[in-house]
């Protein structure tokens, strides 16, 4: 199979699809890798690398397109990008569908068969394709929180875990699960008074068990959250359901009663945020203010470490390529159910329930169209 690593257009965005490594275990099986030139060169995979490794360097992303039946990317394409996709097209990349209208229509008109690494599940439920940066998010988000927090950024001018005689910085976590857990134990290691709220008690039970008194942990209600929400000085939104817009569990009115100066950091823009203030920013502008509150919501927050990001996706994405160049897209996606439930867009239609109900499309059960 032929399969293409575009370079990624969107605003301050690194990461490359394809390691050279990964490209290597392609090419060694047989497969073609069509590589646009100074696709990874910012995080250190050259050109040459890539050929070692066996790929052909093509000279724009509209080659790569023309050339490839697969094109494996990182974030989901941009407009000019998506002009390029037709019905022989394989795209495997982040889509976020949920909250883009845009970007959902014209992947339909595309006819390109599209799957998303986000709702690609595992044996437990899991989303292991998304699970590598929402640990890097969750990470980044205390990072991120902290920086915003100094006064020269607009923040409180508090420091996260405070001194001798000054109380640490007040952080709450919404949402328990892989972006939480990995906020918490940043926030922790830096000395912050943590809160966190979620509505399964055994994620709670997990959290208590990991960190005891050192974090407070809150059945998520809009009393607990309102009375979390504005006491702090760092807010990290993390809240996730599969496929769907995130739902604005922050209101306006929470925002406006939170202390000046204090940070939100909404992890959850890529699904439209949680937070009803919540707007997709970039690395260029990454934050902005609302009734005194500094906003952190870059859509894509793992790009700034884009050579970590990288790598901890391609061991995760890798294995899946593979099935999709091995035995071919269909019979990749009828053998298995998990890389199934990534299929978003098919032959024009949406076939995936959650993105079909926020989009408002008709869904169509992807299991129908393959068999045809």
Not at 341 to 347: E, K, P, R, Y
């Amino acid at each position: 199979m032929k399969i293409g690593v575009p370079r990624e257009v969107k605003n301050h965005e690194y990461r490359v699809g394809m390691t050279p490594a990964a490209v290597r275990e392609l090419v060694s099986c047989g497969h073609e890798v069509i590589v646009e030139r100074g696709a990874g060169a910012a995080i250190g995979f050259t050109d040459e690398l890539y050929r070692a490794a066996g790929a052909i360097l093509a000279d724009d992303g509209p080659s790569v397109f023309a050339s490839a039946a697969l094109i494996v990317k990182v974030k989901e394409p941009q407009p000019e990008e998506r002009a390029l996709l037709n019905a022989g097209h394989t795209l495997f990349t982040y889509l976020h569908l949920a909250p883009d209208q845009p970007q959902t229509d014209d992947l339909v008109k595309s006819g390109a068969t599209c799957i998303a690494y986000e709702t690609v599940t595992d044996d437990h439920g899991r989303l292991p394709l998304l699970a590598p940066m929402s640990e890097v998010a969750g990470r980044m988000a205390i990072q991120a929180g902290a920086h915003c927090l100094e006064k020269n950024m607009g923040g409180r001018g508090v420091l996260l875990g405070g001194v001798p005689g000054v109380p640490p910085a007040r952080v709450t976590v919404i949402g328990g699960g892989v972006v939480g857990q990995n906020a918490v134990a940043m926030a922790v290691g830096l000395g912050a008074q943590v809160t966190v709220l979620d509505r399964n008690m055994a994620v709670l039970r997990e959290l208590d068990q990991l960190y005891g008194n050192r974090i407070c942990t809150l059945f998520s209600t809009t009393d607990t959250l309102e009375r979390s929400v504005i006491e702090s000085d760092l807010v990290i939104g993390g809240v996730l359901i599969p496929g769907a817009s995130a739902p604005k569990l922050v209101t306006r009115d929470m925002v406006a009663r939170m202390p000046e100066g204090s940070v939100i950091v909404d992890v959850a823009i890529d699904q439209g945020g949680c937070t009803e203030t919540s707007k997709p920013t970039t690395h260029d502008a990454p934050t902005f203010t609302v009734d005194g509150v500094v906003h952190y919501c870059v859509a894509n927050m793992p790009g700034a470490v884009a050579r970590t990001s990288t790598l901890a996706l391609n061991n995760v994405t890798l294995p899946f390529i593979a099935a999709l160049a091995n035995q071919g897209i269909v019979a990749a996606l009828k053998a298995n159910p998990h890389l199934r439930h990534g299929l978003n867009v098919c032959q024009g239609k949406i076939t995936h329930s959650e993105v079909a109900e926020a989009t408002g499309y008709a869904y169509t059960d992807p299991q129908s169209l393959l068999e045809t």
